[in-house]
């Protein structure tokens, strides 16, 4: 597959490999180093895993002071926005 990227320097498009996602590139038009943009690195990676945990305890702690039926919804919905951060973060 394939990313899509715009030179930050010049403009140009260009395609390059989906493994550099997340990285750097030179672009063919100008030469200069330029962002591929998307979320492919570890440390990124492991934030959202932080991030998603962060949700899902708030959630539990939430639930278990309001109620255990509120709590279940709680979990439901943090779940479900881990799973929306995990998509687009």
Request: overall charge negative; charged content about 15%; some cysteine.
């Amino acid at each position: 597959m394939t990313a899509l990227v715009r030179c930050e320097h010049c403009g140009a498009s260009f395609e390059v490999d989906d493994r550099l996602t997340g990285g750097i590139t030179n672009c063919p038009e100008c030469g200069k180093a330029t962002t591929v943009p998307g979320l492919r690195d570890g440390l990124a990676w492991l934030s959202l895993v932080g991030v998603a945990a962060a949700v899902l305890a708030i959630a539990v702690v939430v639930g278990r002071v309001a109620g255990v039926e509120y709590g279940v919804l709680a979990l439901i919905v943090g779940a479900l926005l881990a799973v929306v951060l995990a998509r687009f973060l």
